[in-house]
C-alpha cells in the first residue's frame, strides 16, 4: 500500500516537473482594486481606478462586503515588475475564478476561461494560469493586470489559489519564436509549401490556447506558419527547433520539408486516440541542406486537437543549438535518475 502511495506521490512529482516547475516571483494576493458592473473601458492601461473599492484575493467578493451580488466584476492591479525577470518564462497564475474570465495585461487580452451569457459556460473548478509574453510587459515600469468576472450563482469573483506571477528558466534560443505567428483552422497540404500566401490567416499568439484566441469551441485541425531569418553566423551549429508543449499532435515542415511529428492524428491508433502526446516537449533537429542563411525560411506546423484547448500552448519556442539541447536533456534526465534511485532503495 505504501508503496503505491510514493509511486502516486512520485508520479505526480513528474507530471508537474514535465508540465513546467513553476517558481512564485511576485505574490501578487493584495492590492487590488474592484468594482462591480462592466464596461470595456476598465481593460484599458490608462483607466482611472483610483476611486474603486479595495478587495483581496483568493476569497469571494461575497465575503469583502458584496453579498448577494450576481454578475459582472472587474479587478485591477498595479504592479512593477523587475528587469531581472527577462531572463524567465513568466506565468500569471490567478487560481480558481467563480465563474468565467477574461485577463488583460496593459490593455493587451491575454486570455481567459469558460464563456460569458449568452453561451455561459462556468469555469470555477479550472486552475488559471497564463503565459505572459515579454512583449506585453513593461520591464522595470508600471503594469496593470485587469480581470474581467462574471459570476452567475453563489460565491464570485477570484475565490481561491496562490495567486501571482511565476516563473521557470528559459532554455537559450538563437532566435526567438514566441509571438505572432499565422493561423487558420482546416486542414490543406498546400500549407506546408514554403510559397502559400497566408496573408489573408488570422494572426494568432504563441503560445497560447487557440481556444482563448478566438476559437473557443474548435476542436480538429489548425495550421501554424512563420518566417524566419537564420543568420550564416550560426553556419557551423546544428540547430533545433522548439516548439514547446502542443496540444494535441503535430507534424512540423521546414521551408515543404517534413522535418518531425509527435502523436497519432485520425485513423492512426484509433479515431479519438491521442495519448498523452499533449505533454512532450517538441524538439525538432533541422537538417542544415534545408537552411537558407540569411534569407527568409518558413515553419509549418500542423496540428489536431481531440477535444478540450488545442494548439501550440506553452514554451520553449524557439531555434536553439544542439550544445543547448543536450544540456537540457542532461538536467531532465539526472532528474528522472533520482526518481528511478527511490524506487530502486524501494525495493
Known amino acids: 500500500m505504501y508503496k503505491w502511495t510514493l509511486y502516486i506521490l512520485i508520479g505526480c512529482c513528474v507530471s508537474a516537473a514535465g508540465a513546467r516547475d513553476l517558481n512564485r516571483e511576485i505574490n501578487l494576493r493584495s492590492g487590488w482594486r474592484f468594482e462591480i458592473g462592466d464596461n470595456p473601458d476598465y481593460a484599458k492601461l490608462d483607466f482611472d481606478d483610483s476611486d474603486w473599492e479595495h478587495i483581496k484575493v483568493s476569497s ?14 472587474w479587478y485591477r492591479l498595479h504592479l512593477k515588475i523587475s528587469s531581472a525577470l527577462r531572463d524567465k518564462a513568466l506565468y500569471l497564475r490567478l487560481g480558481y475564478i467563480d465563474d468565467v474570465d477574461e485577463v488583460y495585461i496593459n490593455g493587451q487580452y491575454l486570455g481567459g476561461s469558460g464563456t460569458f ?3 455561459y459556460q462556468s469555469a470555477y473548478n479550472h486552475n488559471r494560469v497564463y503565459h505572459l509574453p515579454h ?11 485587469a480581470v474581467r468576472v462574471y459570476d452567475s450563482q453563489m460565491q464570485g469573483g477570484i475565490t481561491g489559489g496562490q495567486v501571482g506571477i511565476y516563473s521557470h528558466p528559459m532554455i537559450p534560443m538563437e532566435i526567438n519564436l514566441e509571438g505572432t505567428w499565422r493561423f487558420s483552422v482546416g486542414d490543406c497540404d498546400a500549407w506546408a509549401d514554403p510559397d502559400y500566401d497566408d496573408g489573408a490567416w488570422e494572426s494568432m499568439r504563441v503560445p497560447g490556447n487557440w481556444e482563448n484566441q478566438d476559437y473557443p469551441y474548435h476542436d480538429g485541425y489548425g495550421w501554424y506558419r512563420k518566417t524566419v531569418i537564420i543568420p550564416k553566423t550560426l553556419k557551423s551549429k546544428h540547430m533545433i527547433l522548439a516548439l ?4 494535441d499532435s503535430d507534424e512540423v515542415y521546414f521551408n515543404g520539408t517534413r522535418i518531425g511529428r509527435t502523436g497519432n492524428f485520425p485513423g492512426e491508433g484509433g479515431s479519438t486516440y491521442y495519448g498523452d502526446s499533449w505533454q512532450k516537449d517538441r524538439f525538432y533537429i533541422v537538417p542544415p541542406h534545408l537552411i537558407q542563411w540569411d534569407k527568409s525560411n518558413t515553419i509549418a506546423v500542423r496540428v489536431f486537437d481531440y477535444q478540450g484547448p488545442g494548439g501550440i ?3 520553449p519556442l524557439g531555434l536553439t543549438t544542439k550544445a543547448v539541447y ?4 542532461k538536467n531532465k534526465k539526472s532528474f ?12
Open 135 to 145: 512583449e506585453m510587459l513593461r520591464f522595470g515600469d508600471e503594469n496593470v493586470i
Open 117 to 119: 451569457p449568452p453561451e
Open 326 to 329: 543536450l544540456d537540457y536533456q
Open 313 to 315: 500552448y506553452d514554451g
Open 336 to 347: 528522472e535518475n533520482i526518481i528511478e534511485k527511490i524506487f530502486r532503495d524501494w525495493d
Open 244 to 247: 514547446g508543449l502542443i496540444d
Open 60 to 73: 469571494s467578493w461575497e465575503e469583502q462586503g458584496f453579498p448577494g451580488y450576481d454578475g459582472y466584476a
